[in-house]
Nanobody, 124 residues
Framework: QVHLVESGGGLVQAGDSLRLSCAASERSSNTRTMGWFRQAPGKEREFVAAITWIDGNTDYAASVKGRFTISADSAKNTVYLQMNSLRPEDAALYYC?????????????????WGQGIRVTVSS
């Protein structure tokens, strides 16, 4: 069982930056791909960004490309999501996810393990 623990959320103003962290209990065939998803109230969960451990390939949702950066620290089994130029529409519960595929995936169903989620609030 893989455990994922998110941290770094909070309340910021529009235009500010925030960095989320996701610490994984293991780095194995179960966690080849790491992703971030988010869910705002009344909306479906949506893909934000993903990265693979083996080659560092990344993918981003169009809405965050150029503002958000996903990265991974293999020594710490931790994945980060650097969020810059935050907008009120970025406010959501952010989830870290891990999955077996060796290529990045944008579909939530691809991921097997999920964190509890962490709140990001952006005031205008």
């Amino acid at each position: 069982q893989v455990h994922l623990v998110e941290s770094g959320g909070g309340l910021v103003q529009a235009g500010d930056s925030l960095r989320l962290s996701c610490a994984a209990s293991e780095r194995s065939s179960n966690t080849r791909t790491m992703g971030w998803f988010r869910q705002a109230p009344g909306k479906e969960r949506e893909f934000v960004a993903a990265i693979t451990w083996i080659d560092g390939n990344t993918d981003y949702a169009a809405s965050v490309k150029g503002r958000f950066t996903i990265s991974a620290d293999s020594a710490k089994n931790t994945v980060y999501l650097q969020m810059n130029s935050l907008r009120p529409e970025d406010a959501a519960l952010y989830y870290c996810a891990a999955g077996r595929p060796s290529v990045v995936h944008t579909v939530a169903g691809t991921y097997t393990y999920w964190g509890q989620g962490i709140r990001v609030t952006v005031s205008s």
